[in-house]
């Protein structure tokens, strides 16, 4: 079963004084996974989480999370700019982004950001378009397959990101020609792991490519980035990652590789998103029509543009019916308002009878979940709430208007 992080009383007021759909976020859940994330790193000096700002793009969010001790991860020109107006330093702001355009590589050198180039052919372009840092991270790309045990996880070699070995080991060189002095790995080889082995696994493949950049370039690394990964698990039963056992483990790798290669002051980098945010968010949303054809649907007020995953990558979403805890069953789809088939949150799925009106939250939406949002059918994206540590509820995002959609076009004029 998955609980909810808030009761059916306090929720029914919050859904009196915000009109659904809303995302809903756990602020004393998020403090309390920073803090486990930093204990179990606590044996690395340098650790620093650096959150992956596309997972939760929203300042209130990334301040707590600052006030924890993380750092951001960003990927785009407008990341940067929101990090900056938050007061990231720029050694608390990684940049890993692929395919980047000249200004975004400008801006994050203005910034001072610790650039983590995705392109052995970046090395050039960064040059000509912003010059190099003294700090300099490089994405691997090992190729093949990724495998934990028995089982394939991904396949890197059809992954765009990252460089082959030859090509990280020739862009140092060619790093530290041109004046860098510090040097990071980076590396995200799987998606929402749930095994505690995906980070000790990565850490063991990055710790052995650290050895072999000291012996082919003299260099010792500053820091190793295990970027995201980690994940959750979204269905009601089953394991979690327990961060405590990953952190132990990435340690045992740690000084069985690098300690005795004389690496031993390596830091540590993480660049969480799903794990630090998703179980920390809902999205509440009601039932607004029931339907009956070959299926019994479920109609609600929120769709696709509040929650991708589900309709772009069938990934499963559990939801509980606030107002009816238990009673009899029934097998619905719940769908959106889309003009799309893929706009369902559950398909043939086992929930109690529900009626309209009826409070209905989706579990696990705090990572990629508003982020991914769009504007489809001219869909506005929905507010976003903060149930703050003392039990408060804060908007921290407004609902999207008419007008926003209409301020970027030329030729109307919406308040005629
Ligand atoms: C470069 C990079 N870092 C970190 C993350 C965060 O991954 P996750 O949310 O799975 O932890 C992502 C996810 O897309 C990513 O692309």
Known sequence: MKTPFISRERLAELTAQFPTPFHLYDEKGIRARARALHEAFAWNAGF?????????????????????????????????????KLGFAGDEIMFSSNNTPAEEFRLARELGAIINLDAYEDVAFLKEVAGIPKVISCRYNPGGVFELGTSIMDHPEEAKFGMTKAQLIQAFKDLKEL???KFGIHALLASNTVSNDYYPALARQLFELAVEVLEATGIKLDFINLSGGVGVNYQPDGEENDIAVIGQGVRQAYEEILTPAGLGQVKIFT??????LAPFGLLVTKVTHKKQTYRTYLGVDASAVNLLRPAMYGAYHHITNMDRPEGPTEIVDVVGSL????????IQQELPVSQIGDTLVIHDTGAHGFSMGYQYNAKL????????ENGQARMIRRAERPEDYFATLYGFDFEK
């Open 48 to 84: 620093k989480e650096y959150f992956a700002v596309k997972a939760t793009p929203n300042p209130a969010i990334l301040k707590i999370l600052k006030e924890e001790g993380c750092g951001v991860d960003c990927a785009s020109y407008v990341e940067l700019l929101m990090s900056q």
């Open 179 to 181: 004046g860098t002095e």
């Open 271 to 276: 660049e969480l998103g799903r794990f630090m």
């Open 339 to 346: 003009c799309e088939n893929n706009d369902k949150f559950a």
């Open 381 to 388: 994206r929905s507010s976003e709430i903060l149930l703050e």
